[in-house]
């Protein structure tokens, strides 16, 4: 894979070569570790809040959740939505190349999970380890005629869609594909994003924008996000932390 097909934020930092690496160890010490990646305690806290009662529902029903994380790198988010996980319970899991292999949680409703991303490595890691069932790899900013119709597919199909920190990365014609492959399933379904600050603002107030014409809002709320790094700190002079704000929408009746 090309890093340049990455966009990234000039005035952020780049972690490119770490989403490409073979495990998640390099994520867990370069990300997780050092700068306080907290984000999942958060993303878990807003799906438990506003999705979790109602995934409780169908499961209680007997029905499979069609769960999808897109641009999920190794799964961190993942493992915190489905699996319940904390920070310091996923910094642990991925602790060394061995533990990693092996997620040491159970998934807390039943549910089939698909994962997508550029990354062919994270996506192998994903599947392996059986954090995703079905996986996708594409560059969502050209995708293949075949990977644009399976990206297109698990978003309708999908009852839940997880994007943290990664709208950022697409298109905006890009964005609006995906969020209307997900709106047009005629049911009841759940999509939880998130923001970062102080990061390229205007595009998340035009994904914004792009979420509210076509999904029902649900909730938000604002966290701490991570520690900003050394150049970003001399980038946004007087801020030490990157904060998110974490959207939950769904569609509409
Ligand atoms: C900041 S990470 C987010 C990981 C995780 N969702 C989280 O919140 O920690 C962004 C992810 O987007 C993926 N990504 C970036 N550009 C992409 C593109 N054009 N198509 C698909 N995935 C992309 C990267 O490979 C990376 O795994």
């Not at 996980?85 to 159970?106: F, K, P, Q, S, V």
């Not at 409703?109 to 995703?132: E, R, V, W």
């Not at 709106?183 to 998130?194: D, Q, S, T």
Request: hydrophobic residues 40%; negative net charge.
């Amino acid at each position: 894979m090309s890093q340049s097909k990455i966009k990234t934020d000039e005035k952020k930092q780049h972690f490119d070569d770490i989403y490409v690496a073979e495990t998640p160890v390099p994520f867990k010490e370069r990300i997780l570790d050092a700068l306080d990646y907290i984000s999942d305690d958060f993303n878990r806290r807003m799906f438990d809040r506003l999705i979790l009662p109602w995934v409780q529902e169908k499961a209680g029903r007997g029905e499979t959740v069609r769960y999808v994380d897109l641009c999920a790198c190794f799964g961190n988010t993942t493992m915190a939505t489905v699996y319940g996980m904390d920070y310091e319970a996923i910094r642990h899991n991925w602790r060394d190349t061995d533990a990693c292999r092996r997620i040491e949680a159970e998934r807390r409703f039943p549910a089939h999970t698909t994962g997508i991303d550029i990354s062919g490595n994270a996506m192998a890691y994903g599947q392996s380890c059986g954090l995703f069932d079905d996986t996708v790899v594409a560059d969502l900013n050209a995708p293949s005629a075949e990977a644009k119709q399976a990206v297109d597919a698990a978003m309708e199909n999908a009852d839940v869609v997880i994007s943290t920190a990664s709208l950022v990365y697409l298109e905006t014609d890009v964005i609006k594909a995906l969020i209307d492959a997900f709106a047009r399933a005629p049911r009841e379904g759940y999509m939880l994003v998130n923001f970062l600050n102080p990061f390229s603002l205007d595009k998340a107030d035009e994904t914004k924008r792009l979420l509210l014409e076509r999904l029902e809002f649900v909730g938000s709320m604002a966290t701490r996000h991570r520690r900003m790094s050394p150049l970003e700190q001399e980038n946004y002079p007087g801020e030490e932390w990157s904060l998110l704000e974490i959207w939950v929408l769904r569609r509409r009746p």
